[in-house]
Nanobody, 128 residues
Framework: QVHLVESGGGLVQAGGSLRLSCAAS????????MGWFRQAPGKEREFVAA????????NYADSVKGRFTVSRDNAKNTANLEMNSLKPEDTAVYFC?????????????????????WGQGTQVTVSS
């Protein structure tokens, strides 16, 4: 089992930046796809970004492309989401997720169903 804990959320003004981290324990995540999702109040959880086990081929939602950067450090068993030029519509609870079934997928998946491990989430609030 993989246990995931997110950190780094908070309150920031529009145009600001935040860096979210996801610390994994229980197993090494070197062979896991790592993804980030978010859920705004009253909305469905949605895909934000994902990265392959090798760190290649990051996949981004159109709404965050060019502003967010997903990365990972397998040696530290962590994944990160650098968020720049934040907008009020980025306000949500952000979740880290891991998938051990998509190791050889050329593009990390966007579907929630592909991820078997989830963190509890961290709140990001962007004020206008």
């Amino acid at each position: 089992q993989v246990h995931l804990v997110e950190s780094g959320g908070g309150l920031v003004q529009a145009g600001g930046s935040l860096r979210l981290s996801c610390a994994a324990s229980g197993r090494a995540i070197g062979r896991y796809v790592m993804g980030w999702f978010r859920q705004a109040p009253g909305k469905e959880r949605e895909f934000v970004a994902a990265i392959r086990w090798s760190g290649s081929s990051p996949n981004y939602a159109d709404s965050v492309k060019g502003r967010f950067t997903v990365s990972r450090d397998n040696a530290k068993n962590t994944a990160n989401l650098e968020m720049n030029s934040l907008k009020p519509e980025d306000t949500a609870v952000y979740f880290c997720a891991a998938s051990d079934s998509e190791l050889w997928s050329p593009v990390p998946p966007r579907e929630m169903s592909k991820y078997g491990y989830w963190g509890q989430g961290t709140q990001v609030t962007v004020s206008s």
